[in-house]
């Protein structure tokens, strides 16, 4: 980024992922220089977590590497940085039940996944669709059907 009222302009790029693995979303840590980026993971695929270094002045972003996460906790999307307190947080999109993931930040080294919060299911056995999980309202009983996706 420039300073002051200038656009942006592209000094250069890092490859993070491998060919077919969708990157749902990241944060930026402005205070250490890092970027996360959590994956979407697939049937032979984990979801990963990808840590960036992000270039001071002109030099280029440099990947620090990945973190696979365990199977089953899988569609990361939502992600907040916390580097204050040297926490990063990845959710699940749409796997159920989803979840939260709490990392340690660990300095320059790949981030360490301290614990992991589930959502509360639902009376439904089976995960839902996407369209059912945008649209995840209550029952006339007032239940989630699909649980906190």
Known sequence: MTPGTNLP?????????????GIGLGSLDSVNGYAYYGTYGSTNL????????LGD??????????????????QLSLSVVDPANGFLYFANDNTYPGGMHQFKLNGTNLPVEI??????????NNPPDAASAFN?????DGILPYGEV
Not at 46 to 53: A, Q
Not at 59 to 71: I, M, S
Not at 136 to 140: I, Y
């Open 9 to 21: 302009v592209r000094i250069a790029a890092v490859n993070v992922g491998v060919t077919g693995e």
């Open 46 to 53: 984990p979801s990963r977590i990808y840590k960036v270094k």
């Open 57 to 74: 002045g002109d030099a280029a972003p440099t990947l620090v590497g990945h973190v696979d996460l365990q199977q089953g906790r899988a």
């Open 115 to 124: 614990s992991y919060l589930p959502f509360q299911s639902g009376p439904s």
């Open 136 to 140: 995840n309202t209550t029952n006339s």
